[in-house]
């Protein structure tokens, strides 16, 4: 099992978006949580007027069990939900309202131990770190962590001392990378260079479509074939590459994604 950490050093870069796409175009079984202290954001969403049944409790009633519950083994499988249409994609759905984040604080370690035993990978939405609330135990379990931001001053200066944090926390045994959302005057090599940290893909600025999956929004007829959701499917190799479980070279080949200017797998740190 891989999980793989998708965050912001802050500014609403296109995170959990950006964790939708990624898991909607993962190519086998996977399983997408939602581990934002600052509250959900799919359920309301993208699956608003998708859902048919009961979606249960999610991550608080995941921490509330915690809390109840023998120290044993989580029973995370109890409180995922099929993103309907989606036949491959589980969605653990995370807090609604930002005051239930304190009670995550113990469930961190335990659910980072349920997500790497399980089999298949793992996408987790853990929105801004380098706060109090921010899950360390979920990033020391991670395989990858990729760090979400815009080329811009404000958010390559607020990412600087984040990505420093992180890789205090994960030393050397944790690829962490970039992914750009291709909005704002500096070129993916240039942000690479200032950061010390590899962009592993650039994602187009596409309101129309990222809204589709931030907002539950129509989609339009060329949706499916957008550059976005091609985009994801290259973060998603890239990804696959980094923790080792596929090579970039024969899984790239052929395929019609742009590469990540400057992308450069092989040197993740
Ligand atoms: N690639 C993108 N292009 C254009 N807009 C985007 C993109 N990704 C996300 N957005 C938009 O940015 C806003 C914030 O997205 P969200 O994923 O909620 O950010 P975060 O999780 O970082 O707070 C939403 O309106 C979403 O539609
Ligand atoms: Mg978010």
């Known amino acids: 099992m891989a999980l793989h950490c998708l965050v912001s050093a802050g500014g609403s870069p296109g995170v959990?978006?950006?964790a939708l796409g990624l898991a909607m175009t993962w190519p086998s079984e996977v399983l997408l949580t939602e581990c934002d202290p600052l509250g959900r954001r799919v359920l309301p969403g993208f699956m608003a007027d998708k859902v048919r049944g009961p979606v249960g409790p999610g991550l608080l009633g995941l921490a509330m069990a915690a809390e109840?519950?023998?120290?044993?083994?989580?029973?995370?499988?109890?409180?995922?939900?099929?993103?309907?249409?989606?036949?491959?994609?589980?969605?653990?759905?995370?807090?609604?309202?930002?005051?239930?984040g304190v009670r995550l604080?113990?469930?961190?370690?335990?659910?980072?131990?349920?997500?790497?035993?399980?089999?298949?990978?793992?996408?987790?939405?853990?929105?801004?770190?380098?706060?109090?609330?921010?899950?360390?135990?979920l990033l020391r379990a991670a395989g990858t962590v990729v760090m979400v931001l815009k080329p811009t001053l404000t958010q390559?200066?607020?990412?600087?001392?984040?990505?420093?944090?992180?890789?205090?926390?994960l030393g050397d045994r944790t690829a962490v990378g970039l992914c750009l959302i291709t909005e704002g005057p500096y070129s993916a090599a240039e942000v690479e260079r200032v950061l010390g940290?590899?962009?592993?893909?650039?994602?187009?600025?596409s309101p129309a479509d990222a809204r589709v999956l931030s907002e539950g929004a129509r989609p339009r007829r060329t949706f499916k074939t957008s550059l976005l959701l091609r985009s994801f499917k290259c973060l998603?190799?890239?990804?696959?590459?980094?923790?080792?479980?596929?090579?970039?070279?024969?899984?790239?080949?052929?395929?019609?994604?742009?590469?990540?200017?400057?992308?450069?797998?092989?040197g993740v740190r």
């Open 16 to 18: 959990t978006t950006t």
């Open 68 to 100: 109840s519950g023998p120290h044993g083994r989580l029973p995370l499988e109890d409180y995922l939900v099929s993103i309907p249409g989606e036949g491959s994609v589980e969605l653990l759905h995370g807090v609604r309202d930002p005051r239930h």
């Open 105 to 137: 604080g113990a469930l961190w370690g335990r659910l980072a131990e349920a997500l790497t035993s399980r089999p298949g990978h793992v996408i987790a939405d853990l929105g801004r770190i380098g706060g109090r609330d921010t899950p360390d135990a």
């Open 156 to 169: 390559v200066d607020v990412a600087g001392p984040r990505l420093d944090a992180l890789r205090d926390l």
């Open 197 to 205: 940290t590899p962009v592993l893909a650039e994602l187009p600025c």
């Open 236 to 266: 998603g190799r890239r990804i696959r590459a980094t923790a080792g479980s596929l090579p970039t070279d024969i899984e790239d080949q052929g395929r019609d994604i742009p590469a990540a200017v400057g992308a450069s797998v092989g």
